[in-house]
């Protein structure tokens, strides 16, 4: 735990993100305005001390639709990684345990990585009608192979352990072995690459905003407003960059805490200086 | 040799079959009556009756697959609902502009990439790793639409270097093609660039822990050849086997970046037809990708037995 | 090789190494001094940590950067001081004037090059020859080290050669340039026995012909007795003796040297009384067949143990000897249910339990336990002690007061005290673990404990002490042990009875004593003459 915390990148990484969940959580007294309220005497405007980030072409207000975006952005980045991890770590660890399963989930996974990932998305959404839930499963579905991929490794590595096989000749039965000694290993690989997720949904989220398949529209999301601001953004690229730099930053000290985290949970890394 | 190359062959038979599976459910796996979905909301009754006619929505689920799956064997992707054109026809017209985007992206990649991760895993901590690993994080972090209006913005419209937008086949000549392919292929080559010169690094870095790289240095192995013979090569494979993974995502990067340029390519199709619900498209579209991701990953399987002569057996 | 005309070709003053800031100790070489004459075979003899290998790196400049770094003392190479010289001229020396070969043949060859190009690039490098003389020059190498077919075998790859094989080409890479120094690290660890002797035998032939110096790098007395000329012993970073090999092996005067030699077993076993009392493992013509994956190699199966039939009596050990392949792990494996024999029996005090399901194999399972080889990898790093020793009673109903009681009476028996308990593995050195996992074993109370080379990761004093430990154990619970093992001298030493392994057979077996003292199979024959330091140890 004193690793982690000392890790540089982890550092930058919690504060940029508190920054960012802090502005979401506290929009409304931040922002003082409501993100949906059009103002059509003031559109386009460019940034003011009125309107910090600027309007959009309704004039409605881009610091008050950047922070209550983030609010959608963030759950949705959440939302997508607690999915793909909790159906990958179930999958996944049936498929390493159990020979005949195996094949048959790793055949599906395979031809669901073969899928591109955006394109199933969008296909979901457009077929099933856009809300928080189809957003996050459909971001969430495409995801679900590499998680699944990952438990399994893990788990075929850490079978083949000796202390693992001394637990058996003990006369350990199957979920206690799953449980004490397969589950602790997949946890830390598990939590790295939850967050790697979690920065990827909010990509993939404010793309499918970019495209009109996305959250619908009268709920801001950082996807949405850029959406938004695409005709104009010769004009008035400010409704662009706002939320676009908000994004960058979010996904960015995501990926940083990341990074940090696999580098000081990473066993083969962890084992070298000890 | 050959045997290997078969196997590989065959494995790809249960991929596609998942894959045709999971295209033809799609439309069965949403809430309600597909038919009325796709017509939308302002449809008829009889409009929803004319598509469940020609989708052949009547029959039981499993004889719509088998004469769906059995079109598809015989290349007949059906027929577009907004433009009664075939499905093929309208997804061959717009290959040339998203093969020529992938492919230059491809390229300009692998050639700036490649030896950006070598010489940062030479001198790993040091200011150019430092800085490679910096604009990586950077360039994963903002999405490839708003690297593409900056681009924009700056070679286009301050500096009137380039065209907006729009597309010009290799036909209306070199010089117009490659003038307008120019930015697109920048901008979506950001993100692959720091994937694989992040994955280059990190092989690297782990092949010149390797003994034989001692071995080489106790030959007294000069530095260049030390990482251009011993340490590339082997540490190749993980590289090529993102690349073909980075497939799928390349996907997704050229619908987005068609919609940024304005590119009549197969993103460009994909989004009109999500936004028609024109789902035999969809389905062709989809159909089509999952299958170059498929060869692609034949191709990188073989490229594996050239590099690392242990998988040829 | 002590005649008056030697000269010096490898000369250590003083060679200090640090270690980084947070290491155990300050130095990795502390002060070593030494010297090496052309023609002459100088052994470093120590336990893992004493520093030889790291002087081994510091002589060519192939220190780790950044981790290790030489403070002090001089390396000179035919009286050129290497630790000033420049890098330049250090990678123009390493290949042609001091070559080195390593440890493990597994790792040491670039996979994906051939070994023919491996070895041709150390002319390559230094400009040598023109390119058809060194295509000759490298067949004539590969036929100097006795590898077969050289012609066809410089287009091969690492992979499809044996260690034994590789380890050849990595000595025709060292010798290539004819260098006055040639420095061995563990070059014939990682080989089976047979292997080891002759890659000795080249090695020593070569040595003779040329002239050349070497300093060869081990941790085997036994190897030491069959090739050195001189030695030095080191021991934590320090030299605590050196000089002629007869003079250390005989009389040795440092106490340091005298108990490393001491901890080494002699090949001759110990006078046992034999034991008449009741089978508890008896194995019937256990067979084990691997499949090959994939849907073109089915039709390629691998035996891996081959009808094989034997019997451990209550209070005895039996030790099943072969090298690398032989299925001795396998037949330990199939025995202790951890994989599924292909036919043949495996009787628990008369019960069959080859073939039984996970549910019927349970209540059995307690009754034969294991320990593993890797004493680093067979305890949970998670879990601590306590959690490791009662994991096996609780799962049988003991209570966890009960099961704790009963760890602290078995850590105590292992030489442990209460205090461990609540440690976690990576604070306790291989021989602990290893003490740990005899605990483990033991908490289930089984009639059969099955050890599996459990020694032979541990240094040759640490080996002695746990040896002594399991055969104290195997006396104390009239346990019946079969040990597993490539170490002739170990199962000289454990063992009341032995069994030889070959290709997955079993080719001769019998009393200690009998097998060792006059092997009837040439295979076992084979095994003995090949024994390092055989007649001399």
Request: charged share 20%; hydrophobic share 50%.
């Given at each position: ?12 990484g919690?504060?940029l993100l508190?920054l960012v969940v802090?502005t979401a959580v506290?929009a409304?007294?931040?922002a003082?305005?409501d993100p949906l309220?059009m ?5 386009l ?8 980030f600027g309007t959009d072409m309704f004039?409605r207000d881009i610091l008050a639709r950047t922070l209550h975006g983030g609010r959608i952005s963030l759950s949705v980045g959440l939302m997508v990684a607690a999915v793909a991890l909790a159906a990958g770590?179930?999958i ?16 599906v996974m395979d031809g669901i990585m073969a899928i591109p990932g955006i394109l199933l998305a969008i296909a979901l959404i457009a077929l099933s009608g856009a809300t928080l839930t189809t957003v996050v499963v459909a971001i969430a579905v495409p995801e679900v192979p590499r998680v699944v991929r990952l ?39 598990l939590?790295v690459q939850g967050s790697y997720v979690c920065a990827s949904a909010m990509i993939v989220e404010s793309i499918l905003g970019f495209l009109g398949a996305g959250m619908p529209p009268e709920v801001p999301s950082w996807g949405n407003v850029m959406a938004e601001g695409r005709t104009f953004f010769q004009?008035a690229p400010w409704i662009l960059f706002f939320p676009g730099a908000f994004l960058a930053v979010t996904v960015l000290s995501v990926n940083l805490l990341g ?16 | ?17 998942v894959v045709a599976v999971v295209v033809f459910l799609l439309l069965h796996l949403g809430p309600g009556d597909p038919a009325a979905v796709i017509a939308g909301d302002y449809a ?33 992707l059906?027929?577009s609902i907004f433009s009664?054109?075939?499905v093929?026809?309208l997804i061959?017209?717009r290959v040339?502009p998203t093969l020529?985007l992938s492919?230059g992206t491809l390229?300009?990649t ?26 990586a994080a950077l360039a994963f972090a903002v999405p490839v639409f708003v690297i593409g209006y900056i681009l924009i913005y ?10 907006v937008q729009g597309y ?15 930015l697109p292929v920048v901008a979506l080559s950001f993100v692959f660039i720091a994937l694989i010169?992040r ?43 993102v690349i073909g993974i980075a497939f799928a995502l390349l996907v997704g990067g050229v619908v987005v970046t068609e919609s940024v340029f304005n590119i009549p390519g197969l993103g460009r199709l994909t989004v009109d037809s999500v936004l028609r619900r024109d789902y035999p498209v969809i389905q062709g579209l989809i159909l089509v990708f999952s299958a170059a991701y498929v060869?692609t ?17 | ?537």
């Amino acid at each position: 735990m004193n690793a982690i915390r000392r890790n540089r990148s982890v550092q930058i990484g919690m504060a940029l993100l508190a920054l960012v969940v802090v502005t979401a959580v506290l929009a409304p007294p931040i922002a003082g305005m409501d993100p949906l309220r059009m103002t059509p005497e003031d559109r386009l405007t460019s940034p003011v001390a009125a309107h910090p980030f600027g309007t959009d072409m309704f004039g409605r207000d881009i610091l008050a639709r950047t922070l209550h975006g983030g609010r959608i952005s963030l759950s949705v980045g959440l939302m997508v990684a607690a999915v793909a991890l909790a159906a990958g770590l179930g999958i996944g660890l049936v498929a390493g345990y159990v020979r005949g399963v195996d094949r048959i989930v790793m055949r599906v996974m395979d031809g669901i990585m073969a899928i591109p990932g955006i394109l199933l998305a969008i296909a979901l959404i457009a077929l099933s009608g856009a809300t928080l839930t189809t957003v996050v499963v459909a971001i969430a579905v495409p995801e679900v192979p590499r998680v699944v991929r990952l438990v399994r490794s893990v788990v075929l590595a850490v079978r083949e352990e000796p202390y693992v096989e001394a637990a058996v000749a003990a006369g350990a039965r199957l979920p206690r072995l799953l449980v004490r000694h397969v589950l602790p290993n997949t946890l830390a690989p598990l939590i790295v690459q939850g967050s790697y997720v979690c920065a990827s949904a909010m990509i993939v989220e404010s793309i499918l905003g970019f495209l009109g398949a996305g959250m619908p529209p009268e709920v801001p999301s950082w996807g949405n407003v850029m959406a938004e601001g695409r005709t104009f953004f010769q004009i008035a690229p400010w409704i662009l960059f706002f939320p676009g730099a908000f994004l960058a930053v979010t996904v960015l000290s995501v990926n940083l805490l990341g990074d940090g985290l696999r580098d000081t949970l990473d066993p083969r890394l962890r084992g070298r200086f000890q | 040799m050959t045997g290997f190359l078969l196997q590989r062959l065959l494995a790809t038979i249960p991929v596609m079959a998942v894959v045709a599976v999971v295209v033809f459910l799609l439309l069965h796996l949403g809430p309600g009556d597909p038919a009325a979905v796709i017509a939308g909301d302002y449809a008829t009754p009889e409009d929803i009756e004319r598509i469940r006619d020609r989708l052949g929505l009547n029959e039981p689920l499993h004889v719509q697959f088998l004469t769906w799956i059995g079109q598809v064997l015989t290349g007949d992707l059906g027929i577009s609902i907004f433009s009664n054109l075939p499905v093929a026809q309208l997804i061959a017209q717009r290959v040339e502009p998203t093969l020529a985007l992938s492919i230059g992206t491809l390229i300009l990649t692998v050639v700036v990439a490649v030896p950006l991760g070598v010489a940062a895993a030479w001198r790993a901590g040091g200011w150019l790793d430092r800085c490679l690993m910096g604009g990586a994080a950077l360039a994963f972090a903002v999405p490839v639409f708003v690297i593409g209006y900056i681009l924009i913005y700056v070679f286009a419209i301050k500096l009137s270097l380039l065209p907006v937008q729009g597309y010009r086949p290799l036909a209306d000549g070199a010089v117009p093609f490659l003038r307008h392919l120019a930015l697109p292929v920048v901008a979506l080559s950001f993100v692959f660039i720091a994937l694989i010169a992040r994955v280059t690094r990190a092989s690297v870095l782990e092949v010149l822990g390797e003994d034989y790289i001692r071995t080489a240095r106790a030959k007294g192995v000069t530095t260049f050849r030390l990482l251009r013979r011993h340490a590339l090569r082997p540490a190749l494979v993980p590289v090529v086997t993102v690349i073909g993974i980075a497939f799928a995502l390349l996907v997704g990067g050229v619908v987005v970046t068609e919609s940024v340029f304005n590119i009549p390519g197969l993103g460009r199709l994909t989004v009109d037809s999500v936004l028609r619900r024109d789902y035999p498209v969809i389905q062709g579209l989809i159909l089509v990708f999952s299958a170059a991701y498929v060869f692609t990953n034949l191709i990188v399987d073989l490229l594996y037995s050239v590099l690392d002569p242990r998988i040829r057996e | 090789m002590t005649d008056a005309t030697a000269r010096t070709v490898l000369s250590i003053r003083d060679l200090t190494v640090e270690l980084p800031v947070d290491a155990e100790r300050a130095h990795a070489v502390e002060d070593v001094s030494f010297d090496v004459q052309a023609g002459e075979i100088v052994c470093l003899v120590g336990e893992s940590g004493s520093g030889k290998s790291v002087t081994a790196q510091a002589v060519l400049g192939l220190l780790p950067p950044g981790q290790l770094r030489v403070t002090g003392g001089a390396i000179e190479l035919e009286g050129e001081d290497l630790r000033t010289a420049p890098a330049a001229r250090l990678r123009s020396l390493r290949g042609r004037a001091m070559a080195m070969i390593f440890q493990e043949p597994m790792t040491a060859l670039n996979p994906v090059l051939t070994v023919g190009e491996q070895v041709r690039e150390v002319f390559e490098t230094h400009g040598v020859l023109n390119p058809s003389e060194r295509r000759e020059r490298v067949i004539e190498l590969f036929r100097s080290v006795q590898l077969p077919d050289p012609e066809r075998l410089v287009n091969t790859y690492p992979h499809q050669l044996s260690g034994g094989q590789r380890q050849r080409v990595m000595i025709a890479m060292a010798f290539a340039l004819e260098p006055a120094l040639l420095v061995a690290d563990e070059p014939t660890t990682a080989l089976d026995v047979t292997t080891q002797a002759r890659i000795l035998e080249i090695m020593r032939t070569i040595q003779r012909a040329r002239g050349s110096a070497v300093l060869f790098i081990t941790h085997d007395f036994g190897v030491v007795a069959d090739i050195a000329d001189r030695v030095v012993v080191m021991r934590t970073g320090r030299v605590v003796e050196q000089g002629p090999r007869d003079q250390i092996l005989r009389s040795p005067s440092h106490p340091y040297t005298r108990m490393l030699l001491e901890a080494v077993p002699g090949l001759e076993p110990e006078a046992r009384d034999g034991k008449a009392d009741s089978a508890a493992l008896e194995v019937r013509n256990l067979s084990k067949t691997f499949a090959g994956g994939g849907w073109f190699q089915r039709g390629r199966t691998v035996e891996a143990v081959r009808d094989v039939s034997l019997v451990v009596r209550k209070g005895e050990t039996l030790a099943v000897v072969g090298e690398s392949g032989s299925g001795k792990s396998t037949l330990a494996r199939c025995t202790v249910r951890l994989t599924r024999a292909s036919s043949g029996e495996v009787l628990l005090a008369g019960e069959d339990i080859a073939q039984l399901e996970p549910r019927a194999l349970r209540p059995f399972r307690r009754r034969i336990q294991m320990v593993f080889q890797d004493p680093f990898r067979s305890l949970n790093p998670r879990r601590n002690v306590a959690a490791a020793l009662i994991e096996g009673p609780v799962n049988y109903g003991v209570s966890r007061e009960e099961a704790l009681e009963r760890a602290k009476r078995l850590l105590g028996l292992v030489g442990l005290g209460d205090d461990a308990l609540g440690r976690y593995p990576h604070q306790f050195s291989g021989g602990q673990r290893q003490r740990i996992c005899i605990a483990r074993a033991l908490a289930l109370e089984p009639d059969v404990l099955i050890a599996d080379e459990p020694v032979s990761a541990l240094d040759v004093s640490v080996q002695a002490q746990v040896l002594d430990l399991l055969a104290d154990v195997r006396e104390r619970f009239q346990l019946a042990m079969l040990f597993i093992t490539h170490d002739l001298r170990v199962a000289a030493q454990v063992a009341d009875r032995v069994a030889v392994m070959s290709k997955g057979e079993i080719v001769e077996t019998g009393p200690v004593a009998d097998v060792f003292g006059n092997p009837r199979h040439p295979y076992s024959r084979a095994l003995l003459a090949a024994a390092p330091g055989r007649g001399r140890l």
